[in-house]
C-alpha cells in the first residue's frame, strides 16, 4: 500500500521519453508475440473445419447429381439410330452409351490400313457407341457394340419405331402393315400406324380386364377352395379321421371345389373371348434387317416413332413412364414396368417399423433416465445399447431370421396355422418380420437420442411439477415427456432414415424379388403382416446385380435410388414438419 | 478505518478461541456476546440464538433437531426452529449456508437428491413430515412452493395454474376455471392475464411468470408457501410486485421465503432467521433483528460487514 502510493511521487523524476519509449517498446513486444503465433489467430483452425465441411458436402452433393441425373434420363426418349458396318451389317437402336478405348491388336491389324494409322495417330485410342438394338427374340442379344472406324454411316429413319412389349424386352423396326382376323388393312407405315393408334387402347383395356380376371377372380375362387381344405384338414388334425365333423367338411369342400370349378370354367370362358378379341388384331414390323415380325396388339405396352415426336410428345412419353413407374407392377424380371409394389413395401415396412421402435425406444430410456439408478449396471447397459448400433445390420438380419421367422413364427404355426403345415404362414420371412429386425436394428438410435432429450428438460421443470405435487408419473407424462418430444422425433427420422435405407437384414426377413401380392390389400384381414414384400432397396440391388440383362437395368437402378432416395426424404419432411409443430408449441421466451 | 480497532480485537480473539474449539469442538463457548463466525463454524452442535417472542406464536411448522447430509458432507447442523402460523419468515445467510437446503426439506423435494440422508424431524401441525408412514405427494399438496428461476410449464397459463387440481383428476370445468381465477388473483396477475388465458405461459414476462408460479403453487390452497429466492431472477419493479403479494398473502399463508436481499428481508418478513454454514445462528423478529441483534456475527452479517 506504501509502495504504491510513494509511486506518483517518484514518477516526475524520470525523463518523460524513457517511460514513453518503454511503454511502446512493450507494445510492440506484445504486437509481435501475437503475429508470431499462426495458431493464435485461430485461421488455420477455420480454414481446417470449413475445408472438412467442403470436401463432406461436396461428395454428398457428387452423389446426388450423379443418382439425380441419371436417375432423371432414364425415362427420356431417345432417337432411333440406324448404323450401316462397313460389312454392311445394319445395326438400328438407341445409343446408349460411348466410350473409348484400345483396340485389341489381334483387331486392329485386320483393320485397313489407313484405319490403323488414325487410331495410331490417336495414340491407339478408339471411340465406339453402345446401341440398343433389342429384338432378342430374333437376335438374341439386346446391345451391340458400333465402333466407329467399322461404320460406314447413321440415318435417323422416319418411321423406326420403338415398341414396348410385355416380354422379350424391346422391338426396334419399321411398321409395315396391320391385320385384323389376318386381313391385311393397311400396308404402308403411315397407315398400319394410324391402325394401330386406332385400336391400340381398346386392345390394352381388355388386356387389363383379362388380368384383372385371372388376379382377383381367379383369385378370390382358390382362396374358398384352399378355406375349405384348411377347414377339413383342421377337422381331420382336431376330431380324427372318423368323425361326423371332418366328414362334414369333407362334403363341404367336394361342394365348394364342385362351385368353384364351374366359376373357374365361366372365368376362363370370359378370359378366353378377350384373347381371341385381341388376337383379332396384329401389327405387322420389320426390322431394319428386313426381317418380319408379327406382334399381337395386346403384347405391346407403348409404341412410339422415336424420329417423328415433337417436344410435347417427348415430354408426355417420359411422364407417361414415370406414371407407369410408379403405379405399375414391374414386367421383364423387374428390369422394366413399374416399382408400385417396392414403394408399397418400403413404406409399410417403414411405418410398421416406427410404430415398433418408438414407443419401445421411449419406454426403455424413460427407464434408464427417470428411474433407474444411476451406476455401473446402467452404464453397462447403456454401452451394450451404443454397441448394438454398431453391429453389422447383417447379423440382425440372421438373428431376425432365426429367432422371429423361424422360433416365433415357427411357434405360432404350430399353434394358430396347423392345418396349412408343412407350408410356412408365419414361420417364414414377412413383412412384420421385417419391420421387427429393423426395429431392433434402429432401437439405439431411439434410445441415445430419446436419453438425450429427456436429460436436456430442466430440472426446474420437474421440481416445479414435484413442487405442486405431482408423482414421478404425472411429471413424466404432463411435463417431461411433451418437452422431449422433439427429440423422441428426431430419433424417430434418424431410425426411418436407417430403416427404410437398410437392404442386407431384409433379404432374410421377408424382401423378395417379386412379391406376388400386397402386404395390405382388400381381402381380409387387409393387413398381411406374414406375407413378403417388395423393397425398393433389395429392388436396387436386385436390378443392378441379378438381373439377366444389366445394361438395360443399369438406368433403372439410378431411378430406383432416385425415387428411394425421394421417399426418405419424403418421409423425413414429414416427421421433421411434425417436430417443428411439437416444438413450437414450446417456445420459451427470453426475459 | 473506524472497523479496524474492533477487527483487530476479534481477529486477536479468534487465534487464542480457535485453539480452545479445536480440543472441544462441540461445547458451547459461555460468552454469547463475544462469538465469532469461527466458533459457530468449529461447533457441530451450535445452540442457536432464538428471541423469546417466537416462542408465544402459534408454529405450523417445528423443526426439531434437523441434520442433514449430502453424501458424506453435512449441510445442515443441529436445527431448531419453530415457524410461526400466518407469518412471513426469511431465511438469511451467505451463499452455501443451507437456507435452501432447509427449506427444500420442508416438503422433501430435497428427496430427488442421491445420497442425501438427514437426521432429526420436522413437525406440520404437530405430525411428523419424515415419519415412513408420510405420504409424500400429500405432503407436498399442503405446500406450494416457489422457485429461484420461473418455471412456468410449457402449457397455456390456464393450464399452469389448474396443474396440482389436473394431476389430482380434477375436471370440473367450472370448478377450475374458478380455481384459476381465484388464483391468479390472489397472485396479482388475473388483470394482466385475464385475456389470454389460453396461451402459452413461456409468453409472459420474468415477473409475470414467477406470479404465475405463485398462483399455481396457491391454486391447491396449501397451508404453508415456500419461496426459494422468489425475486433474485428479477428486475426491481417485478420484485416490488412480489413482494406486495407476499404482504397480502401473509396471514392466509404462512410464508418461509429464502432471500439474499437484506432489504427485501426487512421490508416483506416477520420473522428472520440468519443461518451460517448450516447452523442456525439467530432467529427473531424481523425488527430486532435488523436493529437490536443478540450476536455480534448476526449484526455483522446484517450491517454488510461481511458476506
Redo the contacts between chains.
Keep these: 500500500m506504501s509502495t504504491t502510493l510513494k509511486e506518483p511521487q517518484n514518477t516526475p523524476a524520470l525523463p518523460r521519453e524513457i517511460i514513453r519509449g518503454s511503454m511502446s517498446a512493450r507494445k510492440k513486444a506484445r504486437g509481435n508475440r501475437g503475429g508470431r503465433s499462426l495458431l493464435a489467430k485461430g485461421e488455420p483452425m477455420l480454414w481446417l473445419t470449413g475445408g472438412g465441411l467442403v470436401v463432406a458436402v461436396v461428395m454428398i452433393i457428387a452423389l446426388l447429381t450423379l443418382v439425380i441425373i441419371q436417375g432423371a434420363v432414364t425415362f427420356w426418349p431417345k432417337p432411333v439410330v440406324q448404323f450401316t458396318l462397313k460389312d454392311n451389317t445394319i445395326y438400328m437402336g438407341e445409343v446408349t452409351r460411348d466410350d473409348t478405348y484400345k483396340p485389341e491388336p489381334g483387331v486392329l491389324n485386320s483393320l485397313p490400313a489407313d484405319v490403323q494409322a488414325d487410331i495410331a495417330a490417336n495414340e491407339g485410342w478408339a471411340h465406339r457407341e453402345l446401341v440398343r438394338t433389342g429384338n432378342f427374340d430374333l437376335t438374341n442379344t439386346h446391345f451391340h457394340w458400333v465402333e466407329d472406324f467399322n461404320s460406314q454411316g447413321q440415318t435417323l429413319p422416319k418411321w423406326a419405331t420403338v415398341i414396348e412389349r410385355n416380354s422379350w424386352g424391346r422391338f426396334y423396326g419399321m411398321p409395315k402393315s396391320f391385320l385384323i382376323d389376318g386381313k391385311v388393312v393397311a400396308d404402308t407405315p403411315q397407315a398400319a400406324w394410324a391402325e394401330y393408334i386406332k385400336y391400340h387402347d381398346e386392345v390394352r383395356e381388355r388386356w387389363h380386364e383379362r388380368r384383372g380376371l385371372e388376379k382377383h377372380d381367379i383369385g378370390r375362387e382358390s382362396r374358398k377352395v384352399d378355406h375349405a381344405r384348411l377347414e377339413m384338414k383342421s377337422a381331420l388334425l382336431e376330431h380324427g379321421k372318423d368323425s361326423a365333423e371332418y366328414r362334414e367338411a369333407q362334403a363341404n369342400y367336394d361342394a365348394i371345389e364342385a362351385q368353384v370349378n364351374v366359376a373357374y370354367a365361366r372365368i376362363r370362358e370370359e378370359i378366353n373371348a378377350l384373347n381371341a378379341e385381341n388376337d383379332r388384331y396384329q401389327l405387322v414390323m420389320e426390322t431394319a434387317q428386313g426381317q418380319e415380325k408379327q406382334l399381337g396388339l395386346a403384347e405391346i405396352v407403348r409404341a412410339y416413332p422415336a424420329n417423328q415426336l415433337g417436344l410435347g410428345g417427348k415430354i408426355s412419353l417420359y411422364l407417361s413412364r414415370w406414371w407407369e413407374f410408379l403405379s405399375d407392377e414391374p414386367r421383364e424380371a423387374n428390369s422394366e414396368g413399374g416399382v408400385f409394389p417396392a414403394i408399397f413395401g418400403t413404406v409399410a415396412m417403414t411405418l410398421i417399423m416406427s410404430v415398433l421402435v418408438v414407443p419401445f425406444g421411449v419406454l426403455a430410456s424413460l427407464y434408464l433416465r427417470e428411474y433407474a ?2 451406476g455401473p449396471m446402467i452404464s453397462a447397459v447403456r454401452i451394450a445399447i451404443n454397441n448394438l448400433a454398431g453391429v453389422p445390420s447383417i447379423v440382425f438380419g440372421v438373428f431376425g431370421l432365426g429367432f422371429f421367422c423361424y422360433v416365433v413364427g415357427g411357434t405360432i404355426d404350430e399353434v394358430f396355422f396347423k392345418a396349412s403345415l408343412p407350408n410356412p404362414t408365419f414361420g417364414t420371412g414377412g413383412l412384420l418380420w421385417a419391420a421387427l429386425t429393423l426395429a431392433l436394428l434402429t432401437l439405439p438410435v431411439v434410445i441415445v437420442s430419446t436419453e438425450e432429450a429427456l436429460a436436456a428438460v ?1 430440472g ?12 414421478k408419473w ?1 411429471t413424466i407424462r ?2 417431461v415427456l ?2 422431449a418430444m422433439p427429440g423422441v422425433m428426431t430419433g424417430a427420422i434418424l431410425a426411418m432414415a436407417r430403416g427404410a435405407g437398410e437392404v442386407a437384414p431384409l433379404m432374410l426377413v421377408g424382401a423378395v424379388k417379386l412379391a406376388p401380392e400386397l402386404p395390405i390389400d382388400g381381402v381380409y384381414p387387409f393387413l398381411h403382416a406374414q406375407r413378403s414384400f417388395m423393397h425398393l432397396g433389395f429392388h436396387v440391388y436386385d436390378l443392378g446385380f441379378q438381373s439377366q440383362n444389366a445394361e438395360a437395368a443399369k438406368p433403372m437402378v439410378f431411378t430406383t435410388t432416385l425415387l428411394l432416395i425421394c421417399i426418405v426424404a419424403f418421409l423425413n419432411l414429414f416427421a421433421i414438419w411434425l417436430r417443428a409443430r411439437l416444438r413450437r ?5 427470453q ?1 | 478505518m473506524g472497523t479496524n480497532p474492533v477487527m483487530d480485537k476479534s481477529m486477536t480473539t479468534t487465534e487464542s478461541d480457535l485453539n480452545t474449539a479445536a480440543t472441544t469442538s462441540v461445547t458451547q463457548p459461555d460468552d454469547r456476546d463475544q462469538l465469532t463466525l469461527e466458533q459457530i463454524a468449529a461447533c457441530d452442535n451450535f445452540k442457536s440464538e432464538i428471541h423469546d417472542s417466537l416462542y408465544q406464536e402459534t408454529s405450523i411448522i417445528n423443526v426439531k433437531d434437523f441434520n442433514l447430509w449430502y453424501g458424506t458432507k453435512q449441510a445442515l447442523f443441529n436445527i431448531n426452529m419453530p415457524i410461526a402460523e400466518g407469518q412471513v419468515t426469511a431465511l438469511v445467510g451467505p451463499s452455501g449456508c443451507g437456507k435452501s437446503t432447509l427449506l427444500r426439506s420442508v416438503n422433501r423435494i430435497n428427496d430427488l437428491i442421491d445420497g442425501l440422508h438427514i437426521g432429526g424431524d420436522m413437525l406440520l401441525n404437530g405430525t411428523s413430515i419424515y415419519d415412513k408412514s408420510v405420504d409424500v405427494i400429500e405432503l407436498r399438496k399442503r405446500m406450494g412452493m416457489v422457485f429461484q428461476k420461473p418455471n412456468p410449464f410449457p402449457m397455456s397459463i390456464f393450464e399452469n395454474v389448474v396443474y396440482s387440481l389436473r394431476i389430482d383428476g380434477e375436471r370440473n370445468k367450472g370448478v377450475l376455471e374458478e380455481v384459476c381465477e381465484r388464483s391468479l388473483r390472489g397472485a396479482a396477475l388475473w388483470d394482466e392475464v385475464k385475456d389470454r388465458i389460453h396461451e402459452s405461459a413461456l409468453g409472459l414476462s420474468g415477473g409475470q411468470q414467477q406470479r404465475l408460479c405463485i398462483a399455481r403453487a396457491i391454486a391447491a390452497e396449501p397451508e404453508v408457501l415456500l419461496m426459494d429466492e422468489p425475486c433474485s431472477a428479477l428486475d426491481p419493479i417485478a420484485t416490488g410486485k412480489i413482494e406486495d403479494l407476499v404482504e397480502e398473502l401473509r396471514g392466509e399463508y404462512t410464508i418461509l421465503m429464502v432471500t439474499h436481499n437484506m432489504q427485501q428481508a426487512s421490508r416483506a418478513s416477520n420473522y428472520t432467521a440468519f443461518m451460517y454454514l448450516g447452523r442456525l445462528v439467530e432467529y427473531g423478529p424481523t425488527r430486532d433483528i435488523f436493529t437490536n441483534p443478540h450476536l455480534r456475527p448476526t449484526e455483522d452479517y446484517i450491517s454488510g460487514r461481511f458476506g
Design positions: 439408478k444411476a430442466p426446474s421443470m420437474r421440481e416445479g411439477s414435484y413442487g405442486c405435487g405431482a408423482s404425472q404432463r411435463i411433451p418437452r408449441k414450446f417456445v420459451s421466451s426475459f
